[in-house]
């Protein structure tokens, strides 16, 4: 009997393993495409060692036209969507966290409803819009528009972490003099640093990936952000750089990359707060 069980332990494991290869590999191989691509003059769809080492996929891309203009339009769009969504969201969680009303379920439900609906069933109306007032082909306009949309979601989260900061800390701040605003800043956010983390990093990759958004909301080509630029390597009749696209996708990648290695300190730190209130 004691066989039998460790038999039937033995290939669960086995099978469970296989499934997280499985998962790796899915993970592993567009991964390894890119890489391997990226240094291969003869690149193609195929996942194979490149026909001998060269950096002239990178060469070709890295000019103010195709690389460098994109990505700073990147950086400021997406930049500047993020602040402005941390901003707002750390100012709409924090009366939905320290006070209660009885319209903060139906708010946080609306919420709720409103990160469901898909960007592409309100690109008309907005569209429309950002004609009406004078934001469309407008950088700031993308960025409203961006953290307009990201808003709904970043506030659940702040509040979440916002609910882990005791309370006892601002009313000994308030007893001091201190305004909701002044410990809300220097008492609240740099103690939930790592959900601020969470929520600033969330924010920025959710943007940077978006196509869809700029691509409507942007008509000059030099304002462009890189997710929209690198359709310019998909060419007509099916011909595709898959070289340059897979050089491209690399340095595209870095800005987010160094994000998460400058805060990642933040988010693997705790909120720690126990000894911090006396009972």
Not at 118 to 146: E, N
Request: with cysteine.
């Amino acid at each position: 009997m004691a066989l039998t069980l460790s038999s039937r332990h033995r290939s669960r494991r086995l099978a469970a393993d296989a499934g997280l290869l499985a998962v790796a590999a899915a993970f592993a191989l567009p991964l390894a495409w890119v890489v391997l691509s990226a240094l291969d003059p003869r690149a193609d769809l195929r996942v194979k060692a490149p026909d001998g080492l060269t950096l002239d996929n990178f060469d070709a891309i890295l000019t103010s036209e195709i690389t460098f203009t994109p990505l700073m339009n990147s950086l400021i769009l997406c930049g500047g969507a993020t602040l402005l969504t941390v901003g707002c969201a750390a100012l709409a969680a924090y009366p939905l966290s320290r006070f209660k009303s009885r319209l903060n379920r139906p708010f946080l439900l609306t919420i709720l409803f409103a990160t469901s609906l898909p960007i592409t069933a309100i690109m008309v109306p907005v569209y429309a819009l950002f004609v009406q007032v004078d934001l469309i082909d407008t950088m700031q306009g993308t960025i409203f528009f961006f953290a307009a949309s990201q808003l709904p979601f970043a506030i659940w989260l702040m509040k979440n972490f916002m609910d882990g900061v005791p309370k006892e800390l601002e009313e000994a701040a308030w007893t001091d003099g201190a305004s909701s605003l002044q410990s809300l800043i220097r008492i609240v956010l740099p103690l939930m640093g790592p959900g601020v983390a969470v929520v600033t990093v969330f924010s920025f990759v959710m943007m940077w990936g978006n196509f869809f958004v700029p691509f409507m909301l942007l008509l000059t080509p030099d304002r462009m952000p890189a997710a929209v630029s690198i359709n310019e390597f998909f060419g007509n009749r099916g011909m595709v750089a898959y070289g340059q696209l897979a050089a491209f996708s690399i340095v595209y990648s870095t800005p987010v990359i160094l994000l998460y290695v400058l805060i990642a300190r933040r988010l693997g730190g705790g909120f720690a707060l126990g000894g911090a209130v006396k009972g």
